[in-house]
């Protein structure tokens, strides 16, 4: 009954155009109220002891060390050593924003960051190069969810709490299905740079080493981060306060690009946003408090097991779920709500829980593409002053398409997941 309630309320209240973290703590709170079978005040325990959580202090840090390097002067440099490596291929600036957006990733573990970090620069200079206004939209827009997929991620993050799952594990599992998809995304990159003939960076041995010695101060912070956190020097949390602490020194003292003022916006934008998603997940464990006791997961897990006992035929009944699900919302509610209800289901079909973090992360990054919410469309438009249609076109759907096949590909063989962490970790 609760359920039914929450569910409905949910719906109409998102319906109604309110933010997803109003949504969910309506939705958890109005059932209290109407069945009336459980105290109050464990409504407000529940609330608080979510989010009074060491692991959970990672993501304003890493919103943080993602602001003051994208605003420091990183992603200019990461641009350029892209360019020199692979900006003499056909497509070539189209491949330097997926590569580009995988090296930002890998610091702000941020979708939305990474297109407006990369995009402002990539945007401008592809048009110039003589790419089309289309194309250009499409490639920054796909590019962007490499952010939560490259490590470190904070759905990840959320993903490992949520499922009980081991944090530095799925980070390791997010390199190879990162570098598949700039792979796949990269080749019809290369198509339409030879279907349209547009300039190229000349390759030099000299540009590259140039390029690469003005951005080494930036590839060491992931280097520092998932090298601290692998080897045991350090926590994910710390690992996430080590890469804030290394990003100010980075843009105050060496490129000296970050001044107060610059300092105090990043330092609000991160309250607000990390205020915004720890509501989300304050509401997302009622949501799952409420489904556990009338059993919901469970009943899940079984209505799955009767319809197939094949592991692929759940995954892909799962990921058509979550297709559903990135379409409406953003990657950190999604995860946070869908977690809990999938997560118990893995163990009867033997899935790895690692694999199937990424897999969801993966699906969801995807839907940060995917009208009509679209996050990543939304940011690359705003970017080219241009309406939102202007993104959502045929290169827009072939990159889409590539990323689906990709992540079947994922999902028929999840030791493309967990080959890294098998190797380095357990």
């Known amino acids: 009954m609760m359920s039914l309630i929450m569910a409905i309320v949910f719906f109409i209240t998102l319906f109604m155009g309110m933010p997803i973290f109003v949504c969910l703590l309506i939705g958890c709170i109005v059932p209290f109220f109407v069945v009336g079978d459980i105290p109050m005040f464990v409504l407000a325990q529940r609330l608080f002891t979510s989010i009074d959580s060491y692991s959970l202090m990672a993501i304003p840090f890493f919103m943080i060390a993602g602001s003051l390097l994208s605003k420091g002067g990183v992603s200019k440099r990461l641009v350029d050593l892209a360019d020199a490596v692979v900006g003499w291929l ?8 997926f590569l580009a957006s995988g090296f930002f990733g890998a610091i702000s573990g941020s979708s939305v960051a990474t297109v407006a970090a990369i995009g402002s ?9 003589g790419y089309d206004k289309y ?18 991620s ?17 980070f390791m599992g997010g390199f190879i299905p990162a570098m598949m998809l700039i792979i796949a995304q990269g080749i019809y990159c290369i198509y ?33 981060i998932l090298g601290g956190i692998y080897s045991g020097v350090f926590t994910t949390t710390e690992a996430a306060a080590v890469a804030v602490l290394y990003g100010l020194i980075i843009g105050v003292f060496v490129y000296r690009e970050i001044n107060f003022k610059t300092f105090y916006e990043i330092m609000k934008d991160a309250v607000v946003n990390s205020s915004v998603l720890m ?13 556990t006791r009338e059993q919901i997961p469970m009943m899940v897990s079984q209505a799955m ?8 035929v759940f995954m892909f009944l799962a990921n058509i779920l979550l297709i559903i699900f990135g379409t409406f919302m953003d990657a950190a509610p999604a995860i946070t709500i869908m977690a809990p209800i999938l997560a118990p289901s893995l163990g009867p079909y033997g899935i790895d829980s690692v694999a199937f973090g990424v897999i969801m992360v993966v699906n969801l990054g995807i839907g940060m593409i995917t009208p009509p919410v679209g996050l990543n469309l939304n940011v690359a438009a705003s970017l080219a002053n241009e309406p ?21 590909v994922m999902m028929v063989f999840p030791q493309v997941v967990t080959f890294l962490p098998n190797l380095l970790i357990k």
């Open 90 to 97: 056909p497509g070539g600036l189209a491949i330097v924003t």
């Open 154 to 170: 904070i759905p990840l993050v959320l993903y490992g709490l949520a499922a009980n799952t081991s944090v530095s594990e799925l």
């Open 279 to 291: 509501m989300i997940v304050a509401g997302a464990t009622i949501v799952g408090f409420i489904m």
């Open 192 to 224: 339409y740079g030879k279907k349209v003939k547009v300039k190229q960076t000349p390759f030099t041995l000299r540009n590259t080493w140039d390029s690469f010695k003005k951005s080494i101060l930036a590839l060491l912070m992931p280097i520092i």
């Open 121 to 129: 620069i990539m945007v401008p200079a592809m048009l110039a190069a």
């Open 305 to 312: 097991i009767s319809i197939s006992e094949s592991p692929v």
């Open 135 to 152: 194309f250009t939209l499409a490639t920054v827009a796909s590019a962007g969810y490499l952010g939560i997929i490259v490590p470190p």
């Open 388 to 408: 939102l249609d202007v993104t959502m076109n045929k290169h827009l759907w072939i990159y889409m398409t590539l990323a689906i096949l990709a992540m079947i």
